[in-house]
């Protein structure tokens, strides 16, 4: 390591470390000691052989290592990328001109934007007009979500929202603590402390059951048919999320994403900034089976034990084979405790699930709730914690 | 003494480990930055297998510990040995000997007994610590790893701190079963190892198989890397391919295209959960076949 790294190199690198961090990778100082080093290496003769070096180094997962290659190769052989970039443009307009918001109130306009254009989709797509005014006379508990207009209402519910979600926590985690109760004598912990009494077992020391906490896997339909309600519930999420370990939320419509990284952002307006970006369906229908083929194959394995319940949030408008629909919702059912199916259509009159996807997969659904407001939500509070 | 990116390419091949330019890549960067390799990737993919390689390529000992729900550290550690103490404890007092003494003597490292993490940073030459499956054992003790993985030293509390004698190379392997904490994920680095490509199977199949010829090496390597993009619930690994090649070397199959039969019969080696097998039918078969062949 006798060469030393020109100036040039290291702003050089420094503008690589930023694009990674851009990226979302997590560099921290040691990396990029590490990277320098890495420089001055036999290894820095060729990009062909710094780049796989680089990659081991910077990459923490497997998205990581999958991506990398395309950002090295835009950084150090073609021109400067920023993906976040890309995402980060989509959504600047907010409608009606509102003069910039405070900044306390930052997310909720985040989300009343999205709410809006999404229910513009939705009025025209599916062809449900937008209801106004309902929400003035109902509680807002039991008001309809789709009716909920005024921004300042909006603001209300989505505390609610996170509120229930954080009570919802709470039960969840006390509940746990009190079925640790099943003992059996440790034996090998015994004999260990009787060493102290020359050989006496006068302490027994016990052994206590450890109890999984339940899981809950939430799964979130983002297409358009759902948009009234998208908003909504990614607040919620993050309610869920937040600080709940045994939590996981993916959203999809025509791909599934897993977005409990982004959801776990201690910045509650930027969490929910990103994924209603994330969540914004690129137009197209919704394709459940499909979204639940990569769920079961990539990430069902790591996010689902034995005592997880699988949320799916979805209005059963699948544009897809509703017998791969069935198929997969068949996978999954083995592998998890129980599927909860809300769909937010339920709390309209007459609703019958008469959706070909909703059909296919009813048989393998443990409860099918609605989840049009607030109130129904909670109502799913105390099956939870039956499980 | 440290190996350079083209020596280690060299003697994994001599171990029998046909790795790709990226790997011993990052098995070199191992040495050169002395931080530990965290290796995912599907089961049967050679993840453990890169770690006796890496022994092999070192000419080392290989440590290995399997991690499960519940280890702890006296399973991964150290641990006393009670019932060496225990008897110790009579014999002496029967002797008479005061018990100051006495505890001195039985928490000396005489009754100590060393578990993998322990025993890999005695060694006077650096062995390689195969840390197995790590997402198996609980946060706890990941975090207690994390802490072993930087320092380097034990502390005992009846002993006191037991220093590195040297750094072991240590290699972790994930299936995924749970999320590994940031930070564990950044004190290590990253390879992801995927299903080799059809060239790099056929190449595996004729090191661990020396009677299988090229030309049929080749055709099941085509053949299980088709396989593999069948929608299964049990993707095949190295392992299987192995035996499946194994078994139509038995059976003295030399062409696949000539033995639809035993191909199809023997794709037991191949799928291992009913509904698999009975997703690739016959017909299923003589399609991958006619795709490959």
Known sequence: ?387 | MSLTREDIAERLAEAGYIADRDLSTALWLMDYLGRPLLIEGEAGVGKTAVAKALAEVHKTELIRLQCYEGLDQNAALYEWNYQRQLLAIKAREGAGEDPESVEEHIFSERYLLERPLLSAIRRLTPPVLLIDEVDRADEEFEAFLLELLSDFQVSIPELGTIHAISIPRVVLTSNATRELSDALRRRCLYHYLDFPEVDREARILLTRLPNIDSNLAQQIARMVAAVRKEDLRKVPGIAETLDWAATLVGLGVHDLRQEPEAVHETMICLLKTHEDRANVTREVTERLLGKVA
């Open chain 1, 1 to 387: 390591m006798s060469a030393v790294v020109g100036g040039r190199m290291r702003t050089k690198l420094a503008g690589f470390v930023a694009t990674l961090r851009d990226n979302g990778f997590t560099v921290g100082m040691a990396e990029s000691r590490d990277a320098l080093s890495l420089l001055t290496s036999p290894a820095a003769r060729r990009p062909a052989t710094l780049r796989p070096a680089f990659r081991a180094l910077f990459s923490a997962d497997h998205s990581d290592f999958a991506r990398f290659d395309e950002i090295f190769t835009a950084f150090w052989v073609g021109h400067h990328v920023h993906t976040r970039a890309k995402t980060s443009g989509i959504p600047k307009v907010s409608p009606g001109g509102e003069p910039a918001a405070p900044r306390g109130a930052g997310s909720n306009k985040a989300e009343a934007t999205e709410l809006r254009t999404g229910g513009d989709g939705t009025a025209a797509g599916e062809g449900h007009a937008q209801r106004e005014g309902a929400s003035n006379t109902e509680a807002l508990e039991s008001a309809d979500i789709r009716h909920i207009v005024d921004p300042d209402e909006i603001t209300k519910t989505h505390a609610l929202a996170a509120r229930l979600a954080a009570r919802m926590r709470a039960r969840l985690v006390r509940r746990e603590r009190a079925r640790r109760s099943g003992r059996r004598l440790d034996i090998r912990r015994t004999i260990h402390r009787s060493v102290s009494h020359g050989g006496t077992p006068v302490e027994l020391l016990w052994r206590k059951r450890k109890e999984k906490p339940l899981r809950l896997v939430v799964l979130l339909d983002a297409s358009g048919s759902m948009s009234l309600y998208t908003a909504f519930f990614v607040r919620f999420l993050h309610g869920v999320v937040d600080n709940f370990r045994e939590a996981e939320a993916f959203v999809f419509h025509t791909r599934l994403a897993h977005v409990s990284p982004t959801l776990r952002d201690r910045n509650v307006t930027r969490a929910v900034e990103k994924l209603a970006l994330m969540a914004q369906g690129i137009g197209g229908g919704t394709r459940i089976g499909e979204s639940l083929a990569t769920f079961n194959r990539w990430h069902a394995e790591r996010v689902i034990n034995s005592r997880t319940v699988v949320m799916i949030v979805s209005d059963g408008y699948d544009t897809g084979e509703p017998e791969r629909l069935a198929n997969e919702m068949r996978r999954l059912r083995h592998r998890c405790r129980r599927i909860v199916w809300l769909n937010p259509l339920i709390g309209w009159r007459d609703y019958e699930p008469s959706a070909r996807g909703m059909r296919s997969a009813l048989p393998y659904v443990d409860l099918f709730a609605p989840a049009h407001n607030l109130q129904s939500l909670a109502a799913l509070e105390p099956y939870l914690a039956r499980i």
